[in-house]
């Protein structure tokens, strides 16, 4: 789905370019209250294990492959605003270091594959918890449906946007017919990469899911023959709930994944390159500026083991990934504490104003004519 350079014309990738930019700044704002003890620290490594995950291709039909997109996953497990900025970081950690989609098309990949994605996705989710028993199994369901749908919603706002900027002359039902059918099978893949992401969070920490918050069902007790709601239990404080834990397996499990597993993956052209190929919508695509980039098509210059400079690319995106999306999420968790403390209230100001010389002195003078 990485669109790359020549396939949008200037015009219509500007336009794009000022819509992404305008949904991260909403995201932005939208992010800092979403980012509490919880998902602040796991913002960072959410971005890096999509990094991770989107380097394992998987097949779908004969010669295509997809890979995970991660607007679902991002959005159930810190939020929609969190979750643009997650696959937007990692868009452009793909784009500059990578040459993974085109740098002019970088507003294009945003719109496409981080806002539609992730807003899809989380819409779906949020509307069917809301009509699913309250459960973890629901979550589950729910973020198998949101994901199987936001592939193919992606698929068909990079029609829209070809039909009003392609480079070429080609029948847009057929693009259209094409990418769809495609997209749903690599949705299918997506769904289930989401749904297991998400029950394994939710199975040992479902405080850190953030789509999961407010589902859980009151504990019952049966006194006399009749339900009645259980004490409720002392709340851990959040801060005392470590999410050491979990980072760490999470940030090893994504290197494995890239550092490892991702050799193994489809070589087959993902399905919006298939389908460019098919349809003659590559006939004007245009070498990527970072084309001669050390890290350029996922693999380390100069060594020649293809396996270990794979490998090394892997956990090099990591790595960067996880530094340059923690850095931008503390720095919005620190900016809302900032705002916090900023607009509190001292005590001392909500206290009555004390009396001033003139009040104190008749006050004393009542006093001392009552006890005459």
């Not at 690599?186 to 405080?207: F, H, K, N, S, Y």
């Not at 069902?217 to 834990?245: C, F, N, Q």
């Amino acid at each position: 789905m990485h669109v790359p350079d020549g396939f949008i014309n200037v015009p219509v990738s500007a336009a794009a370019g000022v819509a992404a930019a305008g949904a991260v700044a909403v995201s932005l704002k939208g992010a800092r209250r979403e980012l509490d003890e919880r998902t602040a620290p796991l913002a960072g490594l959410v971005a890096a294990f999509i990094f991770a995950v989107q380097m394992l291709n998987f097949p779908v039909a004969a010669g295509t492959s997809g890979h995970l997109l991660g607007g679902a996953l991002a959005a159930i497990l810190v939020g929609p605003f969190t979750g643009v900025l997650c696959v937007s970081v990692v868009l452009l950690m793909q784009g500059v270091l990578f040459a993974d989609g085109g740098l002019t098309a970088l507003g294009v990949n945003i719109s496409d594959m981080a806002i539609v994605t992730t807003v899809v996705a989380y819409a779906v989710f949020r509307g069917l918890v809301k009509v699913l028993p309250r459960g973890r199994r629901s979550v589950t369901v729910a973020s198998f449906t949101a994901a199987l749908l936001s592939v193919p919603a992606a698929a068909v706002a990079f029609t829209l946007i070809y039909a009003i900027g392609g480079t070429t002359d080609v029948s847009i039902g057929k693009v259209a017919t094409a990418m769809v059918g495609v997209h749903v099978l690599i949705g299918i893949g997506e769904a289930a990469i989401t749904a297991l992401t998400v029950g394994a969070v939710i199975a040992v920490r479902p405080d850190l899911v953030y789509g999961a918050r407010g589902l859980t069902r009151p504990l019952k007790l049966r006194v006399g023959g009749e339900l009645v709601d259980a004490p409720a239990a002392e709340p851990v404080p959040v801060a005392a709930r470590s999410t050491r834990k979990v980072w760490i397996a999470g940030i090893v499990t994504s290197l494995v994944l890239a550092g490892f597993v991702s050799f193994y993956a489809s070589a087959d052209p993902d399905g919006l390159e298939k389908v460019a190929h098919d349809k003659g919508i590559d006939e004007k695509a245009e070498d990527h500026a970072a084309a001669d980039s050390p890290l350029a098509d996922y693999g380390v210059k100069d060594v020649t083991d293809a396996r270990i400079s794979g490998g090394l690319a892997g956990v090099i995106g990591v790595g960067v990934t996880v530094v340059a999306g923690s850095a931008v999420f503390w720095a919005l968790r620190r900016r809302r504490t900032g705002d916090a403390s900023a607009t509190a209230v001292p005590e001392t100001l909500d206290a009555p104003d004390a009396p001033d010389a003139s009040e104190a002195s008749d006050a004393s003078g009542a006093r001392a004519s009552e006890r005459a």
